[in-house]
């Protein structure tokens, strides 16, 4: 069965920094590429950075780029996103998403909150 349990989020001032995890199992982790979205109330869920499986290329969302770091521990089946200088506009749900070029399915998370309010 495969899982993805994204954990880390929680509120922070503006300027802060927060570190969200993604476990996975069920799945062979080295092999999926692995993204993070987000989606804010009333929004549509936009993508915010990826990682491709052995963590060579990294292609961030203009609206975060410089800020956030994707980055990956494949020993852990873990995927990371280090998140600083925090506005409140990146006030979401984040989400992990694992993808692969020979699996038609997509896989997803349940989300975290992170909310960036003074």
């Known amino acids: 069965q495969v899982q993805l349990v994204e954990s880390g989020g929680g509120l922070v001032q503006p300027g802060g920094s927060l570190r969200l995890s993604c476990a996975a199992s069920g799945f062979t982790f080295s092999q999926y590429a692995m993204r993070w979205y987000r989606q804010a109330p009333g929004k549509e869920r936009q993508w915010v950075a990826g990682i491709t499986p052995g963590g060579g290329i990294t292609p961030y969302a203009d609206a975060v780029k410089g800020r956030f770091t994707i980055s990956r521990e494949n020993a852990k089946n873990t995927v990371y996103l280090q998140m600083d200088s925090l506005r409140p506009e990146d006030t979401a749900v984040y989400y992990c998403?694992?993808?692969?070029?020979?699996?038609?399915?997509?896989?997803w998370g349940q989300g975290t909150q992170v909310t960036v309010s003074s």
């Open positions: 998403n694992a993808a692969s070029s020979g699996d038609p399915t997509q896989y």
